[in-house]
């Protein structure tokens, strides 16, 4: 199935700096803005590196615990000492291509345990960011647009069945199919497929009698 891609959920208007952007200015677009990071481009707008509240924040809390005084610049993190972008960024940046799914997106958010990506298009160059909140906007989806899906790219295109072959109905992304495969597919192809529409919360089986004229039960 076509799952949307990030290019159709991201945010493209996106804040960005570069690596010599001091410290207080870094701060006064997050306040500004109300975001909690923003990506460090090169001169050719490609991301290189991403400054978040953290941080800024190790300028606070930097000092080791229990310390006295200013401590030896060895005993706080490096970035407890940085003046700018180049110094407080966190690089390589985690980055999601456009034609990615969201599928793809939400994965590598996953798997690295990160809120956002930043959004790169086929040149390398930064257009966007996508979150977590703007992946969910799947889930909003009309019922249906998913029953629309369901029946016209799984039932016939998919699978080559009839339009009539099994009825569907979608109530909030919840999906019951009702009915039986005429084509010989396994019924858990069916299943498969709807569970990967964009929008589907869950499937569910109500099976119809078999009157034993070779079609499969649902």
């Known amino acids: 199935m076509n799952h949307r891609k990030v290019r159709d959920v991201m945010s493209d208007a996106v804040v960005r700096i570069q690596a010599g952007t001091p410290f207080k200015e870094i701060a006064h677009l ?23 509240e953290a941080d800024l924040l190790h300028k606070m809390w930097g000092r080791q615990e229990g310390d ?46 990160v809120k956002r990506l930043l959004v790169v298009g086929a040149d390398g160059r930064l257009t966007g960011v996508v979150s977590r909140s703007d992946l969910l906007r799947v889930f909003v989806r009309e019922d249906q647009a998913i029953r629309t899906e369901i029946v016209e790219d799984v039932l016939v295109r998919s699978l080559g069945e009839p339009p009539s072959a099994v009825q569907v109905t979608v109530s909030h992304g919840f999906v ?43």
């Open 68 to 113: 006295s005084g200013d401590p030896e610049p060895s005993s706080r993190p490096t970035k407890a000492w940085a003046v700018d972008a180049a110094g407080l960024m966190t690089s390589p940046p985690l980055c999601a291509e456009e034609e990615w799914s969201v599928v793809d997106a939400a994965r590598v958010m996953a798997r690295h345990g």
């Open 176 to 218: 019951v199919l009702t009915g039986r495969l005429s084509s010989g597919a396994a019924p858990v192809k069916l299943l498969e497929l709807c569970r990967e529409v964009d929008g589907v919360v869950e499937v569910e089986f109500r099976p119809v009698p078999d009157d034993s004229d070779g079609s499969v039960a649902v």
């Open 30 to 52: 997050l306040l500004e803005y109300d975001i909690t990071a923003v990506p460090v481009v090169d001169t050719e707008d490609r991301p290189v590196g991403v400054v978040s």
